[in-house]
């Protein structure tokens, strides 16, 4: 089981970023998603879920109207576009398999830095 | 928002010692509550799922319990490799939510 997250790194506040993470060994077409992030010397923030159709999503208050969860099930590809970003988003973003519960996370990447500064 | 607070902030144990890491959620998250441990420049691993079922590869010293809105990760004799952070979060209600998180460091 592997997941192998790109697409950080640093953007002025305001401008777009778009996360990629690609799922290897397991049926990801099957599997329900989600974006948690890090920020630096702070806790573990969930970001976004998507259900394994991509039928239901739902995110953190901090991010909704602003971030977009999606996936490619023909690509085993997880994405998080990133807009109107702000300094506060500043973080190490991971992205993570559900265990099946809706809620629990127990595959993570390696995760992907994205700083907002100017 | 379900809001999780770990306590202590900080443990200072030995080698061989016993840990006992505390979770307090705001209202009631029923069972559904899991255990992560986080290390320096490492993704964070999941360790209990459903407040006492211990994840796949998860060593047996590893142990949770509590429901409602306390729970408790034990850490029956601490290795080496346990020193880490370690974080509870719960999947009752959406947002999940993360605890603060406790740091387990050698006196």
């Known amino acids: 089981v592997q997941l192998v997250e790109s697409g950080g790194g640093v953007v002025q506040p305001g401008r777009s970023l778009r996360l990629s993470c690609v799922a290897s060994g397991f049926t990801f077409g099957t599997t329900a998603m989600h974006w948690v992030r890090h920020a630096p010397g702070k806790g573990l923030e969930w970001v976004a879920f998507?259900?394994?159709?991509?039928?239901?999503?739902n995110y953190a208050d901090s991010v909704k109207g602003r971030f977009t969860i999606s996936r490619d099930n023909s690509k085993n590809t997880l994405y998080l576009q990133m807009n109107s970003l702000r300094a506060e988003d500043t973080a190490q973003y991971y992205c993570a398999r559900d265990l099946g519960k809706g809620g629990y996370f127990d595959c993570w990447g390696q995760g992907t830095l994205v700083t907002v500064s100017s | 928002e379900i809001v999780l607070r770990q306590s202590p902030a900080t443990l200072s144990l030995s080698p061989g010692e016993r840990a006992t890491l505390s979770c307090r959620a705001s209202?009631?998250?029923?069972?559904?509550l899991a255990w992560y441990q986080q290390k320096p420049g490492q993704a964070p691993r999941l360790l209990i799922y459903?407040?006492?079922n211990r994840a796949t590869g998860i060593p047996a010293r590893f142990s949770g319990s509590g429901s409602g809105t306390d729970f408790t990760l034990t850490i029956s004799s601490l290795e080496p490799e346990d020193f880490a952070v370690y974080y509870c979060q719960q999947r009752s209600n959406w947002p999940r939510t993360f605890g603060g998180g406790t740091k387990v460091e050698i006196k």
């Open positions: 209202q009631s998250v029923s069972r559904y």
């Open positions: 459903d407040a006492s």
């Open positions: 998507i259900w394994f159709d991509g039928k239901n999503e």
